[in-house]
């Protein structure tokens, strides 16, 4: 079964994305003192799964149902497998998504992330949805195309935003606070039924309008993030 | 979710009580939901010129339908961009009754015509109580401004008292060279109560486009809003966004302390927000971050009988 495989590949931490140089905002929220312990993991996580989590797995499923159905794109030799009106619906979404990203630098490392993505996939799956895909939109669009490349379904590439958004400061967290990290995992783990009611959600708010997809805002994420910026001394780049 | 299709109610002179078919997919499940349901609006347009020689602005048209009582008023206080210039339009925004209620239906229409200025303000804060079901209640304020027309509005805090349930939606339509200052201020729980669920929405469009959207779920139902990836403790959450079509706006973030920070959107717009313990400590910092960014935003003020 091709999809299973692809969707713990995609989901493993050690594919080389660029997502592990990003602790999602908790470096700043230990130095801040917001985080300083296991409980303080916990919640941080269980906030950010159902805020922008579950805000950016849609625009991935929303950006899955966006590109279509395009099974048999790879029997394709010719380009055009992303049309002008598949292009708009990106583009429709981006400026959709970066409206309910007030911060900067959160919208400057989404478009990063994104790239590198791409960037990575390219090489690791050629594909021709990959080649055609526009250049600087954000991560979570980049994972619709890519969920649609291997073969995944909206809910399951929904799954492996939310599983990004929770795996990657559970595993930074061991680097930069005194914790057991089977406690880091074990507040993962804790999460799991959230995460595959959150995936489904996703895909269904993936299936309607984008200017329906729910802003669901972290203001303290934003906050954290910017001050990140202004940090000289720092482990994450965010 | 909610219809917010115009209801054919325009010359209905009293707010009626509503069944559930009226109020479909809003309404309690339970079918036992009695609220009220209460349409208003302001209009304004241009009306030749005024003492200065500037364009003058009028209300052109006012709905009030007890409890939402819209009624223009004179200049008061520091008012942002605007600050006690004669020739604007104002209306403050009074609630005739208790309300929102749980299962109220209210719908507060603006409309500000080409190249006029309205200034809402609000004469007291917006208490959210559940009524005697604890279902669903929602304001939904649906905004147009035309080209060349200036929207200030300084509400007063949404208060969400133990156990309501209320959506508060805003969606605001920009022409491309319009400008808005909307703040707004959400406070959990009257003091030292549990608070009730509130859904804040935010919906700005420039032209058709998205500018600034934020949504806010706060209180018990809403998991995860009290950890340190959202808004922490805090009781008071807050923001202001402002559209300059003239651009001036800072291009660079400003946080003067870690629980509040001036983002820029664009070169047009900016976005303030903040969190507090209480409403006090949100409105202070809210309004330091609103001083610091100036004229003709912000001021700092002393201490004044005035409020704001």
């Given at each position: 079964?091709?999809?299973?495989?692809?969707?713990?590949?995609?989901?493993?931490?050690?594919?080389?994305?660029?997502?592990?140089a990003h602790s999602g905002?908790?470096?700043?929220?230990?130095?801040?003192?917001?985080?300083?312990?296991?409980?303080?993991?916990?919640?941080?996580?269980?906030?950010?799964?159902?805020?922008?989590?579950?805000?950016?797995?849609?625009?991935?499923?929303?950006?899955?149902?966006?590109?279509?159905?395009?099974?048999?794109?790879?029997?394709?030799?010719?380009?055009?497998?992303?049309?002008?009106?598949?292009?708009?619906?990106?583009?429709?979404?981006?400026?959709?998504?970066?409206?309910?990203?007030?911060?900067?630098?959160?919208?400057?490392?989404?478009?990063?992330?994104?790239?590198?993505?791409?960037?990575?996939?390219?090489?690791?799956?050629?594909?021709?949805?990959?080649?055609?895909?526009?250049?600087?939109?954000?991560?979570?669009?980049?994972?619709?195309?890519?969920?649609?490349?291997?073969?995944?379904?909206?809910?399951?590439?929904?799954?492996?935003?939310?599983?990004?958004?929770?795996?990657?400061?559970?595993?930074?967290?061991?680097k930069l606070m005194h914790?057991?990290?089977?406690?880091?995992?074990?507040?993962?783990?804790?999460?799991?039924?959230?995460?595959?009611?959150?995936?489904?959600?996703?895909?269904?708010?993936?299936?309607?309008?984008?200017?329906?997809?729910?802003?669901?805002?972290?203001?303290?994420?934003?906050?954290?993030?910017?001050?990140?910026?202004?940090?000289?001394?720092?482990?994450?780049?965010? | 979710?909610?219809?917010?299709?115009?209801?054919?109610?325009?010359?209905?002179?009293?707010?009626?009580?509503?069944?559930?078919?009226?109020?479909?997919?809003?309404?309690?499940?339970?079918?036992?939901?009695?609220?009220?349901?209460?349409?208003?609006?302001?209009?304004?347009?241009?009306?030749?010129?005024?003492?200065?020689?500037?364009?003058?602005?009028?209300?052109?048209?006012?709905?009030?339908?007890?409890?939402?009582?819209?009624?223009?008023?004179?200049?008061?206080?520091?008012?942002?961009?605007?600050?006690?210039?004669?020739?604007?339009?104002?209306?403050?925004?009074?609630?005739?009754?208790?309300?929102?209620?749980?299962?109220?239906?209210?719908?507060?229409?603006?409309?500000?015509?080409?190249?006029?200025?309205?200034?809402?303000?609000?004469?007291?804060?917006?208490?959210?109580?559940?009524?005697?079901?604890?279902?669903?209640?929602?304001?939904?304020?649906?905004?147009?401004?035309?080209?060349?027309?200036?929207?200030?509005?300084?509400?007063?805090?949404?208060?969400?008292?133990?156990?309501?349930?209320?959506?508060?939606?805003?969606?605001?339509?920009?022409?491309?060279?319009?400008?808005?200052?909307?703040?707004?201020?959400?406070?959990?729980?009257?003091?030292?109560?549990?608070?009730?669920?509130?859904?804040?929405?935010?919906?700005?469009?420039?032209g058709g486009r998205p500018?600034?959207?934020?949504?806010?779920?706060?209180?018990?139902?809403?998991?995860?809003?009290?950890?340190?990836?959202?808004?922490?403790?805090?009781?008071?959450?807050?923001?202001?966004?402002?559209?300059?079509?003239?651009?001036?706006?800072?291009?660079?973030?400003?946080?003067?302390?870690?629980?509040?920070?001036?983002?820029?959107?664009?070169?047009?717009?900016?976005?303030?927000?903040?969190?507090?313990?209480?409403?006090?400590?949100?409105?202070?910092?809210?309004?330091?971050?609103?001083?610091?960014?100036?004229?003709?935003?912000?001021?700092?003020?002393?201490?004044?009988?005035?409020?704001?």
């Open positions: 079964m091709r999809t299973r495989a692809a969707l713990l590949i995609l989901g493993d931490g050690r594919l080389p994305s660029g997502g592990y905002g908790l470096e700043q929220a230990i130095r801040q003192g917001w985080v300083n312990d296991v409980d303080g993991l916990r919640d941080f996580l269980r906030g950010r799964l159902h805020t922008t989590g579950l805000m950016n797995a849609a625009f991935a499923a929303a950006a899955w149902h966006s590109v279509g159905d395009r099974s048999d794109a790879e029997a394709r030799a010719g380009s055009g497998v992303i049309t002008s009106e598949v292009e708009a619906a990106l583009a429709e979404l981006d400026a959709e998504l970066l409206a309910r990203t007030p911060s900067p630098a959160l919208r400057r490392i989404g478009a990063w992330l994104g790239t590198l993505l791409l960037r990575s996939m390219r090489s690791i799956h050629p594909h021709p949805l990959l080649e055609e895909f526009p250049k600087g939109l954000q991560q979570p669009l980049v994972y619709g195309v890519i969920g649609r490349v291997l073969g995944l379904d909206a809910a399951d590439t929904a799954a492996v935003v939310l599983h990004e958004a929770v795996t990657g400061p559970a595993t930074a967290a061991v914790i057991d990290p089977f406690q880091a995992h074990g507040a993962v783990i804790d999460l799991a039924a959230d995460l595959d009611a959150a995936a489904d959600k996703a895909a269904e708010l993936g299936r309607g309008s984008a200017a329906e997809i729910p802003a669901l805002s972290a203001p303290l994420s934003d906050f954290a993030s910017e001050l990140h910026e202004g940090d000289n001394v720092r482990l994450f780049a965010s | 979710m909610f219809d917010s299709s115009p209801h054919n109610d325009e010359t209905a002179p009293l707010a009626h009580r509503t069944t559930g078919s009226q109020t479909a997919g809003f309404a309690s499940s339970d079918g036992s939901a009695s609220g009220m349901t209460c349409r208003a609006s302001v209009a304004t347009e241009l009306d030749g010129t005024g003492r200065t020689g500037a364009p003058r602005s009028r209300v052109s048209g006012l709905r009030r339908q007890a409890p939402l009582v819209p009624r223009p008023t004179g200049a008061s206080g520091f008012e942002p961009y605007v600050d006690g210039d004669p020739d604007i339009a104002r209306v403050a925004l009074t609630t005739a009754a208790a309300g929102p209620l749980g299962g109220d239906h209210y719908v507060f229409d603006v409309h500000v015509g080409a190249g006029s200025t309205l200034l809402i303000r609000e004469v007291s804060a917006t208490l959210v109580l559940p009524g005697a079901h604890g279902a669903p209640s929602l304001m939904h304020c649906r905004v147009t401004v035309e080209a060349g027309g200036t929207l200030i509005w300084v509400p007063e805090p949404v208060i969400a008292a133990q156990a309501c349930d209320h959506t508060h939606q805003v969606d605001i339509d920009l022409a491309e060279d319009a400008r808005l200052f909307y703040r707004e201020e959400l406070v959990l729980g009257r003091h030292g109560e549990d608070p009730g669920n509130l859904s804040s929405r935010l919906n700005v469009r420039r500018l600034s959207i934020q949504r806010f779920d706060l209180g018990p139902a809403s998991i995860g809003f009290d950890s340190p990836a959202v808004a922490g403790g805090a009781l008071g959450v807050g923001s202001v966004v402002i559209v300059e079509p003239e651009g001036g706006l800072p291009q660079a973030t400003a946080i003067s302390d870690p629980r509040s920070a001036l983002l820029p959107i664009d070169e047009t717009c900016v976005q303030i927000n903040a969190l507090g313990d209480d409403a006090l400590a949100l409105r202070k910092r809210l309004d330091a971050s609103l001083a610091e960014l100036g004229e003709p935003w912000g001021r700092q003020t002393g201490w004044s009988a005035v409020p704001r």
